[in-house]
């Protein structure tokens, strides 16, 4: 799979020879959903917590006689029927959204969405990218002459340079292939990866 390597100006200098079974491999749609919402779903954290009719705070009273007033019958206002009431299947802080995901799987599914992005134009490769000093302005020039507004920088190695001048810089995301995850991939625009990057993508995904 040959993939466009990019100059500092952005611009389409020549092609690079890519791993085929990373960036070549057909786009499995239901493969790629599944790994998204298993990712966002691990993400999750069992905080929210509801009351049952036992743990709301109630009065024990009947609420009004049993006949002759036409209302259905109430024995406490603590019914999950009554404004206030507890809950029938009340959410706990112990409850558990993580979905598991095959690494086999897990691994098709991000070449997947590689080989996709490399079709649509949306991924590039750079020589390496790297800044002098800790400077965010120095990091928006650069993307700016390249014309990126919505990048994820997949970078073999994020050094504390890098790390500063870009973690201030909206819809700018520098990271290392094991970092790399399915929805920041769907998310950005345009996706550059180094090519030292791409030799460790292909151990992990290939």
Do not use: C
Not at 20 to 37: A, M
Not at 76 to 99: A, D, K, V
Not at 105 to 125: D, H, K, N, T
Not at 179 to 190: E, I, Q
Request: zero cysteines; aromatic letters at 8%; proline letters at 4%.
């Amino acid at each position: 799979m040959q993939l466009e390597l990019l100059n500092d100006q952005g611009q389409a200098a020549s092609k690079y020879d890519a791993p085929e079974t990373v960036f070549g491999r057909e786009f499995n749609e239901d493969l790629v959903h599944q790994i998204v919402v298993a990712y966002q779903a691990n993400a999750r954290q069992g905080t929210r917590a509801q009351k049952d009719r036992e743990q709301v705070k109630h009065s024990t009273k009947k609420p009004f006689k049993q006949k002759g007033t036409g209302r259905a019958r109430a024995g406490m206002t603590s019914s999950p029927l009554w404004r206030g009431g507890g809950r029938i299947f009340p959410n706990s802080p112990e409850e558990n959204f993580t979905q598991k995901i095959n690494k086999k799987m897990y691994r098709a599914g991000m070449a997947s969405i590689f080989s996709q992005l490399a079709r649509e134009g949306r991924l590039a490769v750079v020589d390496s990218l790297k800044v002098e000093s800790p400077k965010t302005k120095v990091l928006a020039a650069k993307f700016k002459a390249m014309n990126l507004d919505s990048v994820l920088v997949i970078a073999e190695e994020v050094d504390e340079n890098l790390y500063l001048a870009s973690r201030n810089l909206v819809n700018v995301l520098v990271v290392e292939p094991r970092y790399a995850d399915p929805v920041s991939l769907v998310h950005y625009k345009k996706v550059l990866v180094t090519k030292g990057a791409i030799d460790k993508l292909k151990e992990m995904f290939a």
